[in-house]
């Protein structure tokens, strides 16, 4: 009956969704209880260089810089989960830098839709700290369509008003390289990290502290200190587990034959 | 949050379930998102003006009035050539303004990245552990592989940059893939319980 | 400490920037001024997507999927010059068309002016068509595939489709011979292999940046005859195909150019080496 | 040449020179070019929109497709964000957007990210071995190894040690040659750009549109 009425090639991908969300609901009860921790995880040294940063960034009274990518505000693609990872990350740096009292200097991406989403994390972080007053809508910085402006803006600012921290995370593509390099040259830590794969090799060259892949989403549960988001990182490894368990499944199958296998991935 | 998790359901919905009335919803909801997304075009422009006008009241010389009214110049050209002339984005003269400012800027931003990417290995790629020989090894012999004198010369790089590229690459890059889209997917399906804690905090 | 500072394996790991970025500018300016001729070796690729072509028969209609993108010209333009003057040698019917906003603005800049079709004794509209700029994707590929004239009613000057001999007899996969894919978006290449390929066995060729090359490779040679990827592949073309273009200057200069990175990529790692014998310092900046 | 593609040259070589020179450090020339491109991009930007707009919603309402009153005043309920009291009602517009952008994200990564990798891997391997050359089998079985281990070295809820731990190690050392390989694969692209503009400048801008060459 189900199989009916599926689209073609949907079974499998069906599978995994439930096998994901069953794994939610689980793994969210459990972070009810109390049982999920973040201190049960895997260390991940870049989330400590970031307050390092920021203390860094006070001692030598110059700004931190936050920076989510030029294209990084996609609320309606298949990159959205980053732009929500990216949001996180900007409520935390906004808290600590309200905390320390260091300023802080957002540049924005050009997706316009994505301004009221950013304005509000930067606005609640320094309002959890207490300190609504602190924050000045003109360290949101905007540059228009594209890289390139932002590119360039970026780096002018840098070098014009300073950096002592620069974090990086989000969407990036193949103009990320300029800012970050420019800011490892302007004397910044760089602290960052971004999910699409083809890029990070300009983080794990340009910065301090890197998050390679993944590993920017499991820092963004980390910072958040919220149980749900922490659950997510179980949920993760019980999906890679998963995926390997089919991968298993498939070179077993296909002892049968290679048309079995594609079969196999073909549901 | 609602609202989120419905249209989120009815998107996925429509991905697994060919059935008529559902693609039609899922054809009109992307066409309203690029509607909604693009009506608040003007935001930018606020923001823009907003760090603009702040920059210049930290330091109010002469020059600086001079990099602050200079956007503005340019944004003009661009609207009014757009705007004044038949054929609108596609005209001659928005033409004009779109190759020689922007088209051509963003070639060289490309180029730029030739500087910042030879540094940034000059700096890093030291032979100091088996990973970042790993590093320069997939690195430099595909450099040499893509440049024509050392095809000529050492005519061996060649197949052994393929295979750095298609061999180990792919190994790493799959599982690099898979990893993080699966935490793409679980930040979804939190989204779509109303569980995200971004979402939350921005209202 | 201030002595070691001073010793050459310091100073070698710690050149300023600057200097590598002046070394390289000028290593790129000078084969850019005086073009020095460097040999180029022709890969398997090029090799393939020129005898497509030169293999056809005489007569044979040629699809040109022109994605091509401004702001990366230079990586382009090589392929897509060479690949017109090949073309426009032999006895082929062309048919130029547009998935990407930039290609068609740029067959407007470079078609008639780098390349002029009729210095060939070619006509337009009957032995090559252009038509205008279609937000194809994948799906416009599948319907370009199916009837011509279901996505272009008309061509680039509006001129309706069936008012050119060309395009006479000329509507669908069927009436094709070779598909020439331009692209700049890597996984791009999906797209003819899914649209053309699998359900017409349409003869393949692929032009694309270097950074995409990696992703044909696969493809080639069972589903597409050859590629092109990056400026390198279109220097191949130009000296396999004997039609000379801007490639061989960039591939000069690529020679040159490089040769400053490469001689600090040296200079950082005797440093390192150094220290790491001399006072056995591991740590890396 | 006529004299707007004269002007053209010239204002392209000096973009081209702006944007050079902050390799060197900040400057006037750079800055002056970058708050041009500034004003360029955001109107690009309001240019492109607005067309969407214009193309998308109210060509067809004027054709009787009321509908799309909708989504045009939800979008221009963002603007409310600008006004701190009614900020709030920007969060409905907001939640449509992030809804169908997560429903496409997840419809979009299940197969193409995560399942047709497992394919391909699972079939690079069979398939090699029907091709019958020890070189194809030897690779796909390192891509098979690369896969897997790079996947362990993204577990985060066991410590790595042990089997994990050395399989971890072994997924880093792929993943640092996959980085390699791309930073790679742009910089000779990047060269290229390099190679492209200087070309411009010297070949055109100079010989041809000043030297009248």
Same mark, same amino acid.
Request: proline share 4%; with cysteine; glycine share 10%.
């Given at each position: 009956?189900?199989?009916?009425?599926?689209?073609?090639?949907? *079974?499998?991908?069906?599978?995994?969704?439930?096998?994901?969300?069953?794994?939610?609901?689980?793994?969210?009860?459990?972070?009810?209880?109390?049982?999920?921790?973040?201190?049960?995880?895997?260390?991940?040294?870049?989330?400590?260089?970031?307050?390092?940063?920021?203390? @860094?960034?006070?001692?030598?009274? @110059?700004?931190?810089?936050?920076?989510?990518?030029?294209?990084?505000?996609?609320?309606?693609?298949? *990159?959205?989960?980053?732009?929500?990872?990216? *949001?996180?990350?900007?409520?935390?740096?906004?808290?600590?830098?309200?905390?320390?009292?260091?300023?802080?200097?957002?540049?924005?991406?050009?997706?316009?839709?994505?301004?009221?989403?950013?304005?509000?994390?930067?606005?609640?972080?320094?309002?959890?700290?207490?300190?609504?007053?602190?924050?000045?809508?003109?360290?949101?910085?905007?540059?228009?369509?594209?890289?390139?402006? /932002?590119?360039?803006?970026?780096?002018?600012?840098?070098?014009?008003?300073?950096?002592?921290?620069?974090?990086?995370?989000?969407?990036?593509?193949?103009?990320?390289?300029?800012?970050?390099?420019?800011?490892?040259?302007?004397?910044?830590?760089?602290?960052?990290?971004?999910?699409? /794969?083809?890029?990070?090799?300009?983080?794990?060259?340009?910065?301090?502290?890197?998050?390679?892949?993944?590993?920017?989403?499991?820092?963004?549960?980390?910072?958040?200190?919220?149980?749900?988001?922490?659950?997510?990182? /179980?949920?993760?490894? *019980?999906?890679?587990?998963?995926?390997?368990?089919?991968?298993?499944?498939?070179?077993?199958?296909?002892?049968?034959?290679?048309?079995?296998?594609?079969?196999?991935?073909?549901? | 949050?609602?609202?989120?998790?419905?249209?989120?359901?009815?998107?996925?919905?429509?991905?697994?379930?060919?059935?008529?009335?559902?693609?039609?919803?899922?054809?009109?909801?992307?066409?309203?998102?690029?509607?909604?997304?693009?009506?608040?075009?003007?935001?930018?422009?606020?923001?823009?003006?907003?760090?603009?006008?702040?920059?210049?009241?930290?330091?109010?010389?002469?020059?600086?009035?001079?990099?602050?009214?200079?956007?503005?110049?340019?944004?003009?050209?661009?609207?009014?050539?757009?705007?004044?002339?038949?054929?609108?984005?596609?005209?001659?003269?928005?033409?004009?303004?779109?190759?020689?400012?922007?088209?051509?800027?963003?070639?060289?931003?490309?180029?730029?990245?030739?500087?910042?990417?030879?540094?940034?290995?000059?700096?890093?790629?030291?032979?100091?552990?088996?990973?970042?020989?790993?590093?320069?090894?997939?690195?430099?012999?595909?450099?040499?592989?893509?440049?024509?004198?050392?095809?000529?010369?050492?005519?061996?790089?060649?197949?052994?940059?393929?295979?750095?590229?298609?061999?180990?690459?792919?190994?790493?890059?799959?599982?690099?893939?898979?990893?993080?889209?699966?935490?793409?997917?679980?930040?979804?399906?939190?989204?779509?319980?109303?569980?995200?804690?971004?979402?939350?905090?921005?209202? | 400490?201030?002595?070691?500072?001073?010793?050459?394996?310091?100073?070698?790991?710690?050149? &300023?920037?600057?200097?590598?970025?002046?070394?390289?500018?000028?290593?790129?300016?000078?084969?850019?001024?005086?073009?020095?001729?460097?040999?180029?070796?022709?890969?398997?690729?090029?090799?393939?997507?020129?005898?497509?072509?030169?293999?056809?028969?005489?007569?044979?209609?040629?699809?040109?999927?022109?994605?091509?993108?401004?702001?990366?010209?230079?990586?382009?333009?090589?392929?897509?010059?060479?690949?017109?003057?090949?073309?426009?040698?032999? &006895?082929?019917?062309?048919?130029?068309?547009?998935?990407?906003?930039?290609?068609?603005?740029?067959?407007?800049?470079?078609?008639?002016?780098?390349?002029?079709?009729?210095?060939?004794?070619?006509?337009?509209?009957?032995?090559?068509?252009?038509?205008?700029?279609?937000?194809?994707?994948?799906?416009?590929?599948?319907?370009?595939?199916?009837?011509?004239?279901?996505?272009?009613?008309?061509?680039?000057?509006?001129?309706?489709?069936?008012?050119?001999?060309?395009?006479?007899?000329?509507?669908?996969?069927?009436?094709?011979?070779?598909?020439?894919?331009?692209?700049?978006?890597?996984? &791009?290449?999906?797209?003819?292999?899914?649209?053309?390929?699998?359900?017409?066995?349409?003869?393949?060729?692929?032009?694309?940046?270097?950074?995409?090359?990696?992703?044909?490779?696969?493809?080639?040679?069972?589903?597409?005859?050859?590629?092109?990827?990056?400026?390198?592949?279109?220097?191949?073309?130009?000296?396999?195909?004997?039609?000379?273009?801007?490639?061989?200057?960039?591939?000069?200069?690529?020679?040159?150019?490089?040769?400053?990175?490469?001689?600090?990529?040296?200079?950082?790692?005797?440093?390192?080496?150094?220290?790491?014998?001399?006072?056995?310092?591991?740590?890396?900046? | 040449?006529?004299?707007?593609?004269?002007?053209?040259?010239?204002?392209?070589?000096?973009?081209?020179?702006?944007?050079?020179?902050?390799?060197?450090?900040?400057?006037?020339?750079?800055?002056?070019?970058?708050?041009?491109?500034?004003?360029?991009?955001?109107?690009?930007?309001?240019?492109?929109?607005?067309?969407?707009?214009?193309?998308?919603?109210?060509?067809?309402?004027?054709?009787?497709?009321?509908?799309?009153?909708?989504?045009?005043?939800?979008?221009?309920?963002?603007?409310?964000?600008?006004?701190?009291?009614?900020?709030?009602?920007?969060?409905?517009?907001?939640?449509?957007?992030?809804?169908?952008?997560?429903?496409?994200?997840?419809?979009?990564?299940?197969?193409?990210?995560?399942?047709?990798?497992?394919?391909?891997?699972?079939?690079?391997?069979?398939?090699?071995?029907?091709?019958? #050359?020890?070189?194809?089998?030897?690779?796909?079985?390192?891509?098979?190894?690369?896969?897997?281990?790079?996947?362990?070295?993204?577990?985060?809820?066991?410590?790595?040690?042990?089997?994990?731990?050395?399989?971890?190690?072994?997924?880093?050392?792929?993943?640092?040659?996959?980085?390699?390989?791309?930073? #790679?694969?742009?910089?000779?692209?990047?060269?290229?750009?390099?190679?492209?503009?200087?070309?411009?400048?010297?070949?055109?801008?100079?010989?041809?549109?000043?030297?009248?060459?």
């Amino acid at each position: 009956m189900l199989l009916g009425i599926l689209a073609d090639g949907t *079974l499998q991908p069906l599978i995994l969704l439930a096998v994901l969300t069953a794994a939610t609901y689980v793994y969210n009860k459990k972070a009810y209880a109390g049982e999920i921790k973040a201190d049960q995880l895997r260390e991940i040294p870049a989330i400590a260089a970031i307050t390092e940063g920021v203390g @860094k960034s006070v001692e030598e009274n @110059k700004p931190v810089h936050y920076a989510m990518g030029a294209s990084g505000g996609q609320l309606y693609s298949q *990159l959205v989960s980053m732009t929500l990872v990216a *949001l996180a990350f900007l409520n935390y740096i906004a808290k600590l830098c309200a905390k320390y009292e260091a300023q802080l200097i957002v540049h924005m991406p050009y997706q316009a839709e994505s301004i009221p989403l950013i304005e509000a994390m930067v606005r609640e972080g320094y309002k959890a700290e207490g300190k609504q007053e602190a924050f000045q809508p003109s360290c949101l910085r905007y540059y228009g369509q594209g890289a390139l402006s /932002w590119t360039q803006a970026v780096t002018a600012s840098y070098d014009q008003e300073g950096v002592g921290l620069n974090l990086s995370i989000g969407i990036f593509y193949s103009d990320c390289p300029i800012s970050l390099e420019m800011a490892k040259i302007k004397g910044a830590l760089n602290v960052g990290g971004t999910g699409r /794969w083809i890029m990070v090799y300009a983080f794990a060259m340009m910065c301090d502290y890197v998050f390679l892949g993944q590993e920017i989403y499991v820092a963004g549960a980390i910072i958040s200190e919220n149980p749900l988001m922490l659950a997510g990182v /179980w949920i993760e490894d *019980l999906g890679k587990f998963y995926s390997l368990l089919l991968l298993g499944v498939g070179l077993i199958v296909g002892l049968l034959g290679v048309s079995a296998a594609a079969a196999l991935f073909a549901l | 949050m609602i609202i989120i998790a419905i249209t989120g359901i009815l998107m996925v919905a429509a991905y697994f379930i060919p059935w008529a009335p559902l693609q039609g919803v899922k054809g009109v909801m992307t066409s309203w998102i690029v509607v909604i997304s693009a009506a608040t075009v003007a935001m930018g422009f606020v923001y823009m003006t907003t760090s603009q006008y702040k920059l210049y009241q930290k330091n109010r010389s002469t020059l600086q009035l001079v990099y602050t009214v200079t956007p503005y110049v340019f944004f003009a050209g661009f609207l009014i050539s757009a705007l004044a002339y038949p054929g609108g984005s596609n005209s001659p003269e928005y033409r004009w303004w779109f190759t020689n400012i922007y088209s051509n800027v963003g070639a060289t931003i490309y180029a730029i990245m030739y500087f910042t990417l030879a540094s940034s290995a000059y700096r890093t790629f030291r032979v100091s552990s088996m990973e970042a020989i790993a590093l320069i090894a997939g690195g430099m012999i595909y450099t040499l592989r893509q440049i024509p004198l050392f095809q000529v010369y050492i005519p061996w790089i060649v197949p052994l940059g393929e295979w750095f590229l298609l061999v180990p690459n792919t190994g790493g890059g799959r599982g690099a893939v898979i990893a993080a889209a699966l935490a793409a997917l679980v930040v979804g399906i939190r989204t779509l319980w109303g569980k995200e804690v971004t979402l939350e905090v921005s209202g | 400490m201030t002595k070691k500072n001073q010793t050459i394996w310091y100073k070698m790991g710690n050149i &300023d920037y600057r200097w590598l970025y002046v070394l390289s500018l000028i290593g790129f300016i000078l084969p850019v001024l005086q073009p020095l001729g460097l040999p180029v070796q022709v890969s398997s690729g090029t090799i393939g997507y020129y005898d497509a072509i030169d293999k056809l028969p005489a007569g044979s209609v040629v699809a040109v999927s022109f994605g091509a993108s401004a702001q990366l010209l230079d990586e382009q333009e090589a392929q897509f010059l060479a690949t017109w003057k090949i073309l426009f040698q032999r &006895d082929l019917k062309v048919l130029f068309y547009c998935p990407s906003q930039d290609g068609s603005l740029l067959l407007q800049n470079e078609l008639g002016k780098q390349v002029i079709p009729e210095s060939y004794g070619k006509k337009y509209g009957v032995d090559y068509v252009v038509l205008g700029y279609a937000p194809l994707g994948e799906a416009g590929e599948a319907s370009m595939s199916i009837n011509i004239r279901g996505v272009y009613k008309a061509d680039w000057n509006n001129k309706p489709l069936d008012e050119l001999p060309m395009m006479k007899d000329i509507n669908a996969a069927k009436d094709i011979d070779l598909l020439i894919y331009f692209y700049t978006s890597c996984t &791009d290449i999906e797209f003819p292999i899914r649209q053309w390929v699998t359900p017409y066995k349409m003869p393949t060729i692929v032009a694309t940046l270097g950074c995409c090359g990696p992703m044909a490779v696969p493809y080639f040679p069972t589903q597409i005859q050859g590629f092109l990827s990056g400026s390198g592949m279109g220097t191949e073309l130009e000296v396999h195909g004997k039609v000379p273009g801007p490639g061989a200057l960039m591939s000069d200069a690529k020679n040159i150019g490089i040769l400053p990175f490469l001689a600090f990529f040296v200079l950082g790692n005797l440093s390192y080496l150094g220290k790491r014998f001399k006072w056995g310092e591991v740590k890396t900046p | 040449m006529i004299w707007t593609d004269t002007l053209g040259a010239l204002v392209a070589a000096f973009f081209i020179i702006s944007v050079f020179t902050m390799l060197w450090k900040d400057n006037p020339v750079f800055r002056l070019g970058q708050q041009a491109v500034i004003g360029a991009a955001t109107a690009h930007y309001i240019v492109l929109n607005f067309t969407s707009v214009y193309k998308n919603a109210i060509i067809p309402m004027m054709g009787g497709n009321l509908l799309l009153i909708i989504p045009l005043f939800l979008g221009l309920l963002m603007y409310t964000r600008l006004k701190n009291e009614i900020a709030w009602v920007a969060r409905y517009p907001t939640a449509v957007l992030v809804g169908v952008g997560t429903g496409v994200m997840i419809a979009g990564t299940l197969r193409g990210q995560i399942i047709d990798q497992m394919k391909n891997t699972v079939l690079d391997l069979y398939n090699s071995f029907s091709a019958g #050359s020890a070189m194809n089998v030897l690779n796909a079985t390192l891509i098979l190894i690369g896969t897997i281990t790079a996947i362990t070295f993204f577990t985060f809820t066991r410590k790595h040690t042990g089997l994990l731990g050395w399989s971890a190690k072994a997924g880093r050392i792929f993943l640092m040659i996959s980085l390699g390989a791309n930073w #790679s694969g742009e910089l000779v692209w990047y060269a290229t750009q390099t190679i492209g503009r200087l070309s411009y400048i010297i070949n055109y801008v100079i010989k041809i549109v000043i030297l009248g060459g």
